[in-house]
């Protein structure tokens, strides 16, 4: 338990200003819930409703210049370009035929990129540069008509669970993903011989679901480059490849003769020299739990002052029941919402206080106060972040700190 986490727990008890209510009242002596409760999104719309992606008159910008203009002509009603494209032979149409609806279009405000679908639950992989700096982006889903139109209301929201700036990496996360779209399995990039077939879909300069196919030039270990909209110096294992890779294909897979992600499509060296993220590097992120910083990233942070900073509080609103009052507050004053405070209406309803130690939107640690007395009870640990409850912290000190922990039994 951190100081700042100590110091916010007491100056909040001492002004029972937080709040979050459980949905159902349950007596003391009851096991404490699995479920861990997401971190609210400030001013989160319902659940269904298509998120604002905001001001798009500037997109394009972030992903190396191509044409506001253009991308968005094409994002409004390209058909052509979301018709499969001509091929050279059976086996590449199959591969687009069957991964097309496995690649999404991730737009935000100032940009579009691409994403492989790599598990049912939703979760896609992309490059970090494509979400950089944002919590949550929109995904867009290729339609199965060729005749529909892409809209940017057909987009759905996406959370970004995890990054990796040095490799150029990131997860999102959708609710749900189409029936038919399939997974795209992870491949052995290290089986490739120079001279194989790979294959990239993705979105270059907005031409969205564009096929493009090309051959490997090379494996390269530990090969560092850099943008030059970032201070973050980069480095990864590569594929190099002749396949395109323009502004747009960002975060696309690139793939197998058997459809498997060898690598992410990333950035374009020059012509006929593109590069993609190898997929070990793809698969050591996977197995991570934390987000990997860049130092240059770490460095531009402030420096501690000597003191506790104030907390803020980034936004206040009701819960959807309308039964409580729900903060989301930015405990180290560094602008991002970390800490979720709250009250109920119900006095017979536990107060709760949650924490996301790495501001990803979710909440690794809930505090409960079962009777609101002003002292937690006990804590519940989510410590994969799978939104399941796998520890619970009991006999709490001062600091919050448990003096006993158990595991949750499935």
């Known amino acids: 338990m951190t100081l700042t986490r100590a110091v916010v727990a007491a ?11 459980l949905q159902t009242a349950r007596a003391a002596d009851s096991p404490p819930p699995k479920a861990m409760p997401a971190m609210p999104e400030p001013g989160a719309p319902r659940a269904g409703a298509i998120p604002d992606l905001g001001d798009m ?5 972030a992903t190396g210049g191509a044409s506001p203009g253009r991308i968005l002509r094409s994002i409004a009603g390209a058909r052509s370009s ?10 590449e149409q199959n591969l687009y035929a069957k991964f097309a609806r496995s690649v999404v279009l ?18 896609i992989i992309t490059n970090w540069h494509v979400v950089e700096g944002r919590k949550t982006v929109g995904v867009i889903f290729k339609p199965q008509n060729t005749d529909t139109e892409v809209k940017e209301s057909d987009a759905v929201q996406a959370k970004v669970l995890r990054i990796d700036q040095i490799a150029d990496l990131a997860l999102i996360k959708v609710s749900s993903i189409p029936s038919d779209a399939k997974v795209i399995t992870l491949g052995d990039h290290t089986k490739l011989s120079i001279g194989a077939d790979v294959h990239a879909i993705g979105h270059p300069l907005g031409e969205v679901w564009s096929y ?23 480095r990864a294992d590569v594929v190099q490849t002749q396949t395109p890779i323009n502004p747009g294909n960002s975060g696309g897979p690139l793939l197998n003769d058997a459809g498997e992600l060898v690598g992410v499509s990333t950035f374009g060296g020059g012509t006929l020299i593109n590069f993609a993220i190898a997929s070990n590097e793809v698969a050591r992120f996977l197995g991570e739990t934390g987000d990997r910083l860049a130092p240059a990233t770490v460095a531009a942070a402030p420096a501690p002052s000597g003191k506790e900073c104030e907390p803020v509080t980034l936004s ?7 039964d409580g009052t729900i903060l989301i507050i930015d405990a180290n004053c560094n602008g991002t919402r970390d800490t979720m405070l709250s009250i109920p209406d119900d006095k017979s309803k536990p107060t709760l ?15 409960v106060d079962e009777n609101n007395d002003l002292k937690f009870d006990y804590v519940l640990f989510d410590t994969n972040e799978d939104g399941k409850t796998d520890l619970v ?9 448990p003096g006993r922990v158990e595991a949750v039994r499935a």
């Open 11 to 21: 100056a909040t008890a001492m002004a029972l200003t937080f709040v979050f209510a």
């Open 57 to 61: 008159s500037n997109a394009g910008k």
């Open 82 to 91: 979301i018709d499969p494209p001509p091929l050279r032979g059976q086996q």
């Open 106 to 123: 991730i737009v935000t405000p100032d940009s579009l990129g691409s994403g492989a679908i790599i598990d049912k639950d939703g979760t």
């Open 212 to 234: 493009t196919k090309g051959i490997v030039s090379q494996i390269r270990r530990n090969y560092e480059w850099k943008y030059k909209s970032s201070p973050v110096e980069h």
């Open 316 to 322: 206040r609103h009701r819960t959807k029941e309308n």
């Open 353 to 367: 206080m949650g924490f996301d130690e790495n501001e990803n939107g979710v909440l690794e640690a809930i505090y």
């Open 393 to 401: 912290g009991y006999d709490l000190d001062d600091n919050l700190e």
